[in-house]
C-alpha cells in the first residue's frame, strides 16, 4: 500500500499528526489548521527573506530553463554543445551529487528519504530508481525547497511518480515528523543558507527528523578547493585582464546582467570550509563516516573545449587523469586543498 504525505508531516501551527487530506489542502484535526497544495505542491509556511533571495537567484538563473531531466539538459540550455553538456553532466554527476549511489550502504526494506533544496526532484528520482531497480520496494522521496520557482520545475515523469512528494518549504523547518527518515540528502544546498543562526537551526532539524543510524548525504562547494578558488575568482579575473581580445569580448548588456547575477549570489550564497561543516555535524551528532572531495576538473575546462573544439578524447583523457588524481590526493589527504566540492557522508548517532 502506498503512503501518504500526511504519513510524514506535522502540522506548522499545533505540531500534531494524523493530519487529513481534503481537496487541494491539507486539513489539521486538531487546530483546523488548513495547508495549501497548489499543482501537487504542498505549501508550508517559509521564512520570507530567505524564500525571496532564493526566487531572486532562481529567476535569474533559469528564465531561460525549461524543465529538464538531468544536468546535460540543463548544460544544453546554458548554450554548450550537446556531446560537451553529455561529458560535463557524466562528470559532474560522478563526482557529486550521484556520488551517494556509491557511498551508501544497500538498504534492505524501507527507505524514506528527504531532499532539502531538491528543486526539480530529479537527484531523489535518480535514486528512487536506483533503489527500486535492487528490487527495494516501499521506497519513498520527500522534495523540499524554498522555491517555488523551482519546484515547478519537476518534469512530468517526476511529478506523477506516486513515491515522491513536494514540499515548498524551509530546510531550518520541514514540519516533518521527529525521527522519521532514513535518509537525508542535501545536494548544493547548504551554501544558500546564508546566516550563522540559520545554519545552526538547519543542522539541528537535519538531526531532528533522521532517525539513529540514519544517513546525511551532503555535497557543497569547498572553499579550500583551488578548483572552487579557480572558478570563482582567478578565471574571472584572468577573463578580465584579457576582455578586450575579440574572443573573450562582452557587450554592455552581459557584462551588466553578470555584475547583477554577482551581487545576488554575494547575497544569496555562503560557501563554507571543511572545518566549518564539521563543526556542525559534530554539534548534532553527525559522524562522518566517508569522505571525500571532488571535482578536481574545473566547468571552465569545458567551456574552452566548448569554444574552441580540441579533439573529444583529450578531454576524456584529461577526466580520466583528474579522477586519478582525486583518488590518490584522497588517499593522501590533501585533496581538500584542490577539490571544488565536500562529498560527505554523515551517520545520526546516539
Ligand atoms: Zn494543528
Known amino acids: 500500500m502506498f503512503q501518504k504525505i500526511t504519513d510524514f508531516i ?34 508550508m509556511p ?38 560537451i553538456a553529455k561529458i560535463l ?29 531538491g528543486g526539480n526532484g530529479f537527484i531523489l528520482k535518480h535514486i528512487l530508481n536506483h533503489y527500486s531497480s535492487n528490487k527495494i520496494k516501499n521506497i519513498y522521496g520527500i522534495v523540499i525547497d524554498i ?8 518534469t512530468p515523469e517526476i511529478k506523477n511518480d506516486q513515491r515522491l512528494f513536494f514540499i515548498n518549504g524551509d530546510a531550518e523547518n520541514t514540519f516533518i515528523k521527529e525521527e522519521s527518515i532514513d535518509l537525508i540528502i542535501s545536494t548544493e544546498c547548504l551554501e544558500h543558507i ?33 578548483s572552487f578558488k579557480f572558478t570563482e575568482y582567478y578565471f574571472p579575473r584572468i577573463v578580465n585582464l584579457i576582455k578586450y581580445n575579440t574572443f573573450w569580448k562582452k557587450t554592455k548588456e552581459e557584462i551588466d546582467k553578470e555584475k547583477e547575477y554577482q551581487k545576488i549570489k554575494q547575497e544569496a550564497e555562503r560557501i563554507l570550509s571543511f572545518n566549518e561543516v564539521k563543526y556542525y555535524l559534530q554539534r548534532n551528532k553527525l559522524k562522518i563516516v566517508k569522505l571525500e572531495f571532488n571535482h578536481l576538473l574545473p566547468e571552465t575546462v569545458f567551456k ?7 579533439p573529444i578524447f583529450l578531454l576524456e583523457m ?7 588524481l582525486r583518488v590518490l590526493f584522497n588517499k593522501i589527504k590533501i585533496s581538500q586543498y584542490f577539490g571544488f ?8 548517532v546516539n
Open 341 to 348: 566540492n565536500q562529498v560527505i557522508l554523515a551517520e545520526k
Open 304 to 310: 574552452l573545449w566548448n569554444e574552441y573544439n580540441p
Open 10 to 43: 506535522i502540522c506548522p501551527r499545533c505540531k500534531k499528526t494524523e493530519l487529513s487530506e481534503e481537496k487541494e489542502q491539507i486539513i489539521c484535526p486538531h487546530c483546523k489548521n488548513s495547508i495549501p497544495i497548489r499543482d501537487g505542491i504542498l505549501i
Open 89 to 117: 553532466a557524466r562528470y559532474i554527476g560522478e563526482e557529486g551529487r550521484f556520488r551517494i549511489i556509491k557511498l551508501l550502504p544497500n538498504y534492505p526494506q524501507l527507505l524514506t528519504s528527504v531532499d532539502l533544496g
Open 318 to 324: 584529461t577526466i580520466f587523469f583528474s579522477q586519478i
Open 147 to 154: 522555491s517555488l520557482e523551482h519546484l515547478k520545475l519537476a
Open 46 to 83: 517559509v521564512d520570507s527573506e530567505i524564500k525571496y533571495l532564493q526566487e531572486l537567484l532562481d529567476k535569474f538563473v533559469l528564465t531561460n530553463l525549461r524543465p529538464y531531466k538531468d544536468l546535460s539538459e540543463y548544460y544544453l540550455i546554458t548554450g554548450m554543445k550537446q556531446k
Open 194 to 226: 546564508v546566516k550563522r543562526d540559520k545554519l545552526e537551526a538547519y543542522f539541528k532539524e537535519i538531526a531532528r527528523i533522521l532517525k539513529k543510524k540514519g544517513f546525511l548525504f551532503i555535497t557543497t562547494p569547498n572553499r579550500d578547493g583551488f
